[in-house]
């Protein structure tokens, strides 16, 4: 997961981005944050680009719309965060 470009978008005060962080940070996965607590475009953009999904954190590696922290918390269970 390390070799692709990890996008979370969050507000500043939601406790699952916080969350979402600390799991992503645990696997030394290196994240841009994009907050969009009083940005109304940008998080136009989140719901176009998660396919609807209006909650934070929304989760991206790559292009691929992981989820949210519950879909991120399942690939850390799985074992999956530290595949590729």
């Not at 996008?7 to 969350?19: A, N, Q, S």
């Not at 929304?58 to 074992?79: A, K, S």
């Amino acid at each position: 997961m390390n070799k692709l470009k990890v996008i979370i978008y969050t507000t500043k005060t939601c406790g699952y981005c916080i969350l979402a962080k600390n799991l992503l940070k645990k696997y030394n996965i290196k994240y841009n944050e994009i907050d969009v607590s009083e940005d109304i475009e940008t998080k136009k953009e989140m719901v176009i680009k998660s396919l609807g999904k209006k909650t934070v954190p929304q989760i991206f590696f790559g292009q691929n719309h992981v989820g949210g922290f519950f879909e991120l918390n399942q690939l850390h269970l799985n074992g999956d965060l530290i595949k590729n």
